[in-house]
């Protein structure tokens, strides 16, 4: 299965700071999404960019979307605290069976210090 | 808002024992999703279903089994567990592949 693969995979900044992670997938995409983790619960859906979009905005979020280069980035302005949490970008998949379903990188790990 | 409930938030069970975890979601989506979660490894696709009584494997389908019976509630069985199904389980569901809702995981410690 292709994969969309985060980086960095860690990330410390202060509060205040704007946070960048990339994303960077194999083939083909109908979207791409982005995922937020707080430790140890379960994942929240941030954002969705079409594949003939470019840019999207969503409060301090903004994501780009390059489809040339099969990349994508998640900025976060005007970091806080709170924003402390693993994101993951995730991309569609057709399976075999002809469903769709999302498959996730690896995640990056922000964390905010205040 | 959808909510997606997961029924255990810790589970222990020992080698061998049949496990069962449940999902339950309220907002009538068709899809529902079964992942599991390691360090390293990011989140892993076991199994899918996208209706009443209709299943997929993921890329992970082994030692798992799954059921849905009703549209609200798919169940994610571990036939014989073994130490390394120990995992952070996650549920999802979706009317499509545009935004999952995510359960709040099961911690699962295989003895």
């Known amino acids: 299965s292709q994969q969309g693969e985060e980086d960095p995979q860690a990330l410390s900044i202060q509060e205040g700071e704007n946070a960048t992670m990339n994303c960077s997938y194999k083939?083909?995409?109908?979207?791409l999404q982005w995922y937020r983790q707080n430790s140890g619960r379960g994942l929240v859906h941030l954002i969705l960019?079409?594949?003939?979009?470019r840019e999207k905005h969503s409060g301090r979020l903004r994501v780009t979307l390059d489809t040339s280069k099969k990349s994508s980035s998640l900025l976060i302005t005007a970091s806080r605290a709170a924003d402390t949490a693993s994101y993951f970008c995730?991309?569609?998949?057709?399976?075999?069976?002809?469903?769709?379903?999302?498959?996730f990188g690896k995640g990056t790990k922000l964390t905010v210090n205040p | 808002d959808v909510k997606v409930t997961q029924s255990s938030r810790y589970l222990v069970k020992r080698t061998g024992e049949k496990v069962f975890l449940e999902c339950v979601q309220d907002?009538?989506?068709?899809?529902m999703f079964w992942y599991r979660q390691d360090p390293g490894l990011g989140l892993r696709l076991i199994y899918f279903?996208?209706?009443?009584?209709?299943?997929e494997k993921g890329d992970i389908p082994e030692g798992y089994s799954v059921s849905r019976e009703k549209k609200e509630r798919f169940s994610l069985i571990l036939e014989s567990a073994s130490t390394n199904q120990t995992s952070m389980y996650l549920c999802?569901?979706?009317?499509?592949?545009?935004?999952?809702?995510f359960g709040s995981g099961t911690r699962l410690t295989v003895v």
């Open positions: 999802a569901s979706s009317l499509s592949a545009y935004g999952y809702t």
């Open positions: 960019i079409r594949s003939n979009e």
């Open positions: 995730a991309t569609d998949e057709l399976t075999q069976g002809g469903s769709e379903k999302l498959v």
């Open positions: 907002m009538d989506h068709e899809n």
């Open positions: 083939t083909s995409i109908n979207n």
């Open positions: 279903s996208y209706d009443v009584k209709m299943k």
